[in-house]
């Protein structure tokens, strides 16, 4: 418990700046600043983004008990949030990943082999979450990247969406289910043995310097938010899985 509080207190600090920044307060005009001022102020905001961000990819190496969500989006037939299709007969859900490669360009409406795991969330729950909120550009773009566990100024330009069958989905966490509105924090008895090395190599992996607060949980962190640190519903489309390409979107419109 003191180390929640202990986290929550660092969180409430390094965020009050950067709600500023979020809510688009007119500072030259109610401060008179001079253009330095200005410019110091910006900086000692994307400073404070950047020590959030570092205190979440900190905070995520410990997965707890208490940190499990239950209302996770199951990749399911009867979840009604969910969009699908069948293709000769195969039912397929349709997913987003957000990203700067052009690689998906030139594909839309095109099947085409994955030669590299995407992450995903499923549609429509990013335009759902970002609905609510009334930001220009670049704070719909920080809010985006808060929302899904990314750096401040990643360089994402573009959502993909695409259309998955569910037998190569999974969830990036011990137990990789995707029929459930949960995950464990322990390895279930029927899992693969790569998978477990999958999952404790990415731990390995993730939580340095330029790391990411990866939650092993299912879900994105979302360090932009004070009240909790749930985000997006999270999958991985495996390697080599065949997908189509349903759209390639700018990312205000995909989200305006």
């Not at 009050?16 to 688009?24: A, F, R, T, V």
């Not at 995520?60 to 008990?65: E, F, G, L, M, S």
């Not at 969500?69 to 397929?92: A, F, H, M, R």
């Not at 929302?147 to 959502?159: I, Q, S, V």
């Amino acid at each position: 418990m003191k180390k929640q509080l202990i986290a929550v207190s660092k969180k409430l600090i390094t965020l009050i700046l950067g709600i500023i920044l979020i809510i688009n307060l007119p500072i030259q005009q109610s401060l008179a600043a001079s253009p330095e001022d200005l410019q110091e102020l910006q900086q000692l905001l994307e400073t404070q983004l950047v020590r959030s961000y570092q205190q979440s990819v900190e905070d995520a190496v410990d997965a707890r008990i208490d940190e499990i969500d239950n209302s996770l989006w199951s990749i399911t037939l009867d979840n009604t949030d969910l969009i699908w299709q069948k293709v000769d007969g195969k039912p397929q859900v349709l997913m987003v990943t957000w990203t700067s490669w052009d690689g998906y360009d030139d594909k839309i409406g095109e099947k085409m082999q994955l030669t590299r795991e995407v992450w995903t969330t499923p549609v429509p729950q990013l335009q759902t979450f970002i609905s609510q909120f009334n930001l220009n550009e670049d704070n719909l773009t920080l809010r985006l990247e808060q929302y899904l566990g990314l750096p401040p100024e990643n360089g994402k330009t573009k959502f993909v969406q695409m259309w998955v069958e569910p037998k190569d989905l999974f969830r990036p966490c011990p137990d990789p289910e995707i029929i459930d509105t949960s995950c464990s924090l322990k390895f279930p008895s029927n899992v693969e043995p790569q998978y477990q090395e999958w999952v404790n190599e990415k731990i390995l992996t993730s939580y340095g310097k330029n790391g990411y607060p990866w939650t092993r949980l299912g879900y994105t962190y979302d360090w932009g938010s004070i009240t909790t640190e749930i985000g997006a519903s999270e999958y991985v489309v495996r390697v080599g899985a065949e997908v189509e390409i349903d759209s390639v979107i700018n990312t205000i419109e995909y989200v305006q």
